[in-house]
T-cell receptor
C-alpha cells in the first residue's frame, strides 16, 4: 500500500527534552511538509522540503528542526526551545509538477505530542 | 503573510440540508483550490479540488463554486448526512515555490 506513515501515534515529552517525530512516504513524492494543528488554528506550516537536502521554514519554524537526507523521509525534531509544543503534528507530501507546489497534498495520520 | 479566510468557523445542519462553507483568498499566481475533510484524530484527506478553467466542479453531493473576480470559492454539500460531520479546510496556492495556504477550518455537524 502506498501512503504516508507517521510514528509514534502518541508521544509524551518532559519539559526540556528534544523529541523527533518520524514521517515516511512511499509515494515517490519530491515535496514533503510538516504542519502543526491546534484547536481553532487550522493547519500551520512548520517546514517544507521540495527536494532532498533542501528545506525551507514555514510560518512557525521557531523551536523546530528538520532534515531531508532521503526522498522518503522527513523527520521533525521538536526542541526544548519550542515553548508550547503540545499539539497534533501532521506530515504531508506531494509531487512537484512545476515550480508551484500545488499538486494534491497527501497527509499522514498524525502524531499527538503532549508535554508533561 | 498571505492568508485564506474561511467561514463560518462552525456549522450545524439538519440531515438532508445543504451545507455551505466559504473561503476568500489573496492574489495567487496559479489557480488551484482544494478542499480537505478531516475526521477527529485523523489526517486531512482531499475531498474535491478545482483548477478553474471552469467556475464549478461537482463530485457526487459535493460542489465547488469559484468566483475569480471576487477571489472567493465555496464548498456546497447537498443532502448533508451525519457521516459528513467533520472539519473542512479550504486551501489556495502560496507564492511560487511555497506550500498551500490553509484556512482555519469549519467544523460541520449534521444532526439526524
Amino acid at each position: 500500500d502506498g501512503g504516508i506513515t507517521q510514528s509514534p501515534k502518541y508521544l509524551f515529552r518532559k519539559e526540556g527534552q528534544n523529541v523527533t517525530l518520524s514521517c515516511e512516504q512511499n509515494l515517490n513524492h519530491d515535496a514533503m511538509y510538516w504542519y502543526r494543528q491546534d484547536p481553532g488554528q487550522g493547519l500551520r506550516l512548520i517546514y517544507y522540503s521540495q527536494i532532498v537536502n533542501d528545506f525551507q521554514k514555514g510560518d512557525i519554524a521557531e523551536g523546530y528542526s528538520v532534515s531531508r537526507e532521503k526522498k522518503e523521509s522527513f523527520p521533525l525534531t521538536v526542541t526544548s526551545a519550542q515553548k508550547n509544543p503540545t499539539a497534533f503534528y501532521l506530515c504531508a507530501s506531494s509531487s512537484r509538477t512545476s515550480d508551484y507546489l500545488t499538486d494534491t497534498q497527501y497527509f499522514g495520520p498524525g502524531t499527538r505530542l503532549t508535554v508533561l | 503573510q498571505q492568508q485564506v479566510k474561511q467561514s463560518p468557523q462552525s456549522l450545524i445542519v439538519q440531515k438532508g440540508g445543504i451545507s455551505i462553507i466559504n473561503c476568500a483568498y489573496e492574489n495567487t499566481a496559479f489557480d488551484y483550490f482544494p478542499w480537505y475533510q478531516q475526521f477527529p484524530g485523523k489526517g486531512p484527506a482531499l475531498l474535491i479540488a478545482i483548477r478553474p478553467d471552469v467556475s464549478e466542479k461537482k463530485e457526487g453531493r459535493f460542489t465547488i463554486s469559484f468566483n475569480k473576480s471576487a477571489k472567493q470559492f465555496s464548498l456546497h454539500i447537498m443532502d448533508s448526512q451525519p457521516g459528513d460531520s467533520a472539519t473542512y479546510f479550504c486551501a489556495s496556492p502560496g507564492q511560487a515555490g511555497t506550500a498551500l495556504i490553509f484556512g482555519k477550518g469549519t467544523t460541520l455537524s449534521v444532526s439526524s
